[in-house]
Structure formats: structure tokens, C-alpha cells
């Protein structure tokens, strides 16, 4: 059973509040190797030697324009050649947290994103209020159909460093937004005054795991070092809404030899999910169009 810092069973914590904090899901080995590994990658990417990256001024893929790294996409990619992130995101504890919050078991876990969001150099950038997977334009109707909803699956970040950069509205991910939140996300989505906000502070080695549809922004200060796990692992539910969400990234380099070469074995059923379920959503190249 994992539970949260509340010593509240993680499932529970995440469907009453939307999030959950986790302590230790990193086993001590693996720490400092992760730590440097997102170094070297880091590097890579401000460099543009890693051209998979997100880029300040743009909140969702496709990321274009702009030089100022805040997020780098596919660590687990055969290119990047540092097997420590499929060897975590294939780690007994964290797959047990996984398991437990999707009421699935391992089989029926399908591999999906783990990117890493850092701290910008030249400047800071905010992410505007979101849901990840419904347009802050979408209608209240669209809005109710879209939350009824299920995830399939899960997504958490993980601190390598102390990390404050995420606010959340507990328990927003179920209900339609109020009036206010309303209007904050359509015509002051970087709002410091969202009401009943919450900033998740987490030290290093803390997960907070929420639900995609959780109100959220997040803050990126140039001068503080991050560097956050980000990552998410679904269910072979998920279907054609699952395919959408994760699809949007463009995985084809998952669909390959090399890649699956890199996974260790607790992976590959997952990986072999991933692979039938776009086949099925007729997305089989592994990309799909963007949401927002
Ligand atoms: O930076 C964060 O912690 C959150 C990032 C986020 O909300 C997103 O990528 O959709
Ligand atoms: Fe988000």
C-alpha cells in the first residue's frame, strides 16, 4: 500500500483532492544518477544538440519558436543513450504507485510520456491556468461531457530539487469551472488570484501525482535550478481518449526496435500496450493532432 504524506492511501488522496504527495518513490541508488543525467540532458538540449525540447512563450506541443528551454521531451528516447530513466520509470515502487492509483495491474499498464521540466535560463515564464486535456474555450456543456471522462491513467512530477513551480485548485478536476475560474482562465489565465490555489511544494526526491483535469499552472523562475521528472503511465482502457492525450507528443520513435532494445523487462507489456492501443485508434505512426 503507498501512501501519501498524509498518510492517506494515494488513491483515495488524488480522487478527493485531485493530487497526491509522495515521499521516496526514487530508490536511493538511483538518485544522484538521475540528478546527473538530467544534467547531461539539459545541457544537450540548451545546446539545441537535443532538438525534442519545449521552449519559453509556448505553453503546448508543438514547440517552434523561441531558444529558452523549460522542458525537455523523451528521456527514455534510444537517442539520448541514458538507460537511468526507463530503469526508474520501470522501478518496482513507483509502478506499485501506479498500479494502485489506476486499480490496475501490471500487465495492463501501458508505457506513455516522461519528459523533464527545468528551469528556463534567459527568463521566467508562467504556464497559464489549464486543464491538460479540455480548452479553456470549451463551452460548459463540452466541459461536463469532457470531464465524465476517465483518464486511464495518471501523470506526477517528481523533484530532483526543491521544487514550488506547480499550484493546483484541490478538488477542481471533477466539477465544472465556477464563474471566477471561468473567467481567470479565459481573460487572466497567469492570475496570481485564483481562488482556493494551493502551491505544491516539493523537496527533492517528493511525486506529486494529479489529475490531468486538476486546475493548474505552474511558474518557472530562471534563477532557481528544477529539474522535475514529469511523467504518466495509463491503463489498456484508455482507448481512442487515451491515444489523443498521449499521442499528441508524437511517439513514433517508440514504435521501434532500438527503443524497445533500451526498456528493462518490467516495461515491455507496457510498452507492447502502447503499441496495440494506438494500432487500434488507428494512430499506428504514433501521432496525433494537438489539443489545444
Ligand atoms: O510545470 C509543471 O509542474 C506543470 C507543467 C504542466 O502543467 C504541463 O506541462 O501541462
Ligand atoms: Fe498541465
Known amino acids: 500500500m503507498v501512501t501519501d504524506i498524509n498518510n492517506t492511501p494515494i488513491d483515495q488522496a488524488i480522487k478527493e483532492n485531485g493530487y497526491?504527495?509522495?515521499?521516496?518513490?526514487?530508490?536511493?541508488?538511483?538518485?544522484?544518477?538521475?540528478?546527473?543525467?538530467?544534467?547531461?540532458?539539459?545541457?544537450?538540449?540548451?545546446?539545441g544538440d537535443w532538438k525534442y525540447r519545449r521552449l519559453v512563450g509556448?505553453?503546448?506541443?508543438?514547440?517552434?519558436?523561441?531558444?529558452?528551454?523549460?522542458?525537455?521531451?523523451?528521456?527514455?528516447?534510444?537517442?539520448?543513450?541514458?538507460?537511468?530513466?526507463?530503469?526508474?520509470?520501470?522501478?518496482?515502487?513507483?509502478?506499485e504507485?501506479?498500479?494502485?492509483?489506476?486499480?490496475?495491474?501490471?500487465?495492463?499498464?501501458?508505457?506513455?510520456?516522461?519528459?523533464?521540466?527545468?528551469?528556463?535560463?534567459?527568463?521566467?515564464?508562467?504556464?497559464?491556468?489549464?486543464?491538460?486535456?479540455?480548452?479553456?474555450?470549451?463551452?460548459?456543456?463540452?466541459?461536463?461531457?469532457?470531464?465524465?471522462?476517465?483518464?486511464?491513467?495518471t501523470q506526477w512530477n517528481t523533484a530532483l530539487?526543491?521544487?514550488?513551480?506547480?499550484?493546483?485548485?484541490?478538488?477542481?478536476?471533477?466539477?465544472?469551472?465556477?464563474e471566477t475560474e471561468r473567467d481567470i482562465t479565459l481573460n487572466d489565465p497567469k492570475s496570481h488570484k485564483m481562488p482556493g490555489q494551493l502551491r505544491v511544494d516539493l523537496r527533492p526526491g517528493q511525486t506529486v501525482f494529479y489529475d490531468n483535469n486538476i486546475l493548474h499552472r505552474a511558474s518557472y523562475v530562471s534563477s532557481l535550478k528544477r529539474a522535475t521528472l514529469h511523467a504518466s503511465m495509463g491503463t489498456i482502457e484508455g482507448g481512442h481518449h487515451r491515444a489523443a492525450v498521449i499521442l499528441q507528443h508524437g511517439l513514433d520513435w517508440m514504435n521501434t526496435a532500438d527503443f524497445k532494445e533500451t526498456l528493462p523487462e518490467s516495461l515491455l507489456k507496457p510498452h507492447a500496450n502502447l503499441l496495440a492501443m494506438a494500432e487500434k485508434a488507428g494512430i499506428a505512426n504514433m501521432q496525433a493532432k494537438p489539443i489545444h
Open 20 to 47: 497526491a504527495i509522495v515521499d521516496n518513490l526514487i530508490p536511493e541508488e538511483m538518485f544522484l544518477r538521475l540528478r546527473d543525467a538530467c544534467d547531461r540532458v539539459v545541457d544537450r538540449a540548451r545546446k
Open 58 to 95: 509556448t505553453q503546448f506541443p508543438p514547440w517552434t519558436e523561441g531558444t529558452d528551454v523549460w522542458g525537455v521531451q523523451y528521456m527514455i528516447h534510444p537517442d539520448l543513450k541514458e538507460k537511468v530513466f526507463a530503469e526508474w520509470y520501470g522501478s518496482s515502487r513507483l509502478l
Open 97 to 153: 504507485a501506479v498500479e494502485q492509483l489506476l486499480h490496475t495491474k501490471h500487465d495492463d499498464l501501458q508505457l506513455e510520456l516522461f519528459n523533464l521540466l527545468i528551469n528556463p535560463q534567459d527568463s521566467d515564464f508562467d504556464l497559464t491556468w489549464h486543464r491538460d486535456a479540455i480548452k479553456a474555450e470549451a463551452s460548459e456543456e463540452e466541459e461536463k461531457e469532457k470531464l465524465k471522462i476517465p483518464h486511464y491513467g
Open 161 to 178: 530539487y526543491d521544487d514550488s513551480c506547480l499550484f493546483v485548485v484541490p478538488n477542481s478536476h471533477r466539477r465544472i469551472r465556477t
